[in-house]
């Protein structure tokens, strides 16, 4: 059995004993349900516990099915990622300062081995929890809503994907490098508060990783401009293979800060 399948096993059989593979999935099933719903039924809300006065009377804009899909994809660029980011923090950065990893380095791994493994384990349950988040949400949008075109949904969901692998490599990088309690404050450094000034500066900055979730949503409605696009799509995966192969780097150095 090559080193990958051990490490992936033992990957698997840990995040099923803190059942991660649980309550990951259900998190974003949950926001995935919720906002169509939310949305649909929050009038009559409002009407029978808002303690309004008789007679008051609210406007709701009607919203479109993908306007639906893509307030859901607000709730996880917030929530979801710091589920993501606080979650898998100490992947690697835990299991030297526990000795766990000094039991596996002993043995004849390879440290590409162990860090795909647990990106591998990662990639399922995050892009797992959001494509079932994703496909609930588009049920409940179908029922209440209307219909998504199944083409530009697709398209949307690649592009999700490929930002949420940015997100992945970004934490699975700080992790390798630093302590669990500095790969938190950097990853959401990197993966929200950056987000957030973004939202002030994203007018006069067009091409970058944190431009595709907005990418995702113009794709859905059918309006991207293609140029930023696609310099941002390929900005990114870059940036996921710099990542990924700094990790493998920080890996392999900080083998002599693991604990015995």
């Known amino acids: 059995m090559s080193n990958f399948s051990v490490l992936f ?70 929530i979801g990622m710091l589920v993501v980011t606080l979650g898998f923090a100490g992947i690697i ?4 300062k526990n000795g766990t990893a000094t039991l596996l380095y002993v043995r004849p791994i390879t440290y590409s081995s162990y860090v795909y493994s647990k990106l591998v384990i990662m990639c399922i349950l995050i892009i797992g929890s959001v494509v079932l988040g994703l496909l609930a949400n588009l049920y409940y949008t179908y029922v209440l809503f209307g219909r998504v075109d199944a083409v530009a949904f697709i398209e949307f969901l690649a592009t999700y994907i490929v930002w949420l692998l940015f997100v992945i490599s970004v934490v699975i990088f700080t992790s390798s490098a630093f302590s669990t309690g500095i790969a938190s404050a950097v990853s959401l450094t990197l993966v929200i508060v950056v987000q957030i000034i973004y939202g002030f500066l994203g007018t006069y900055w067009t091409i970058s990783p944190w431009k595709l979730p907005m990418y995702a ?10 140029t930023p696009f696609v310099w941002s799509l390929l900005i990114t995966l870059l940036a996921i293979a710099i990542f990924i192969t700094g990790s493998v780097y920080f890996t392999k150095k900080n083998v002599s800060k693991a604990k015995i």
């Open 217 to 226: 949503g113009d794709l859905l409605m059918g309006n991207v401009d293609k």
């Open 9 to 78: 096993q033992k990957e698997w059989r840990e995040n099923v004993r803190n059942f991660k593979v649980l309550w990951i999935p259900l998190v974003f099933i949950l926001f995935g349900i919720s906002e169509p719903l939310t949305n649909y039924y929050l009038p009559q809300i409002l009407s029978t516990v808002g303690n309004m006065p008789e007679g008051t009377v609210f406007q709701f804009p009607e919203l479109t099915p993908e306007q639906v899909v893509m307030s859901t994809i607000s709730q996880y660029q917030f």
């Open 93 to 96: 950065a835990r299991e030297r």
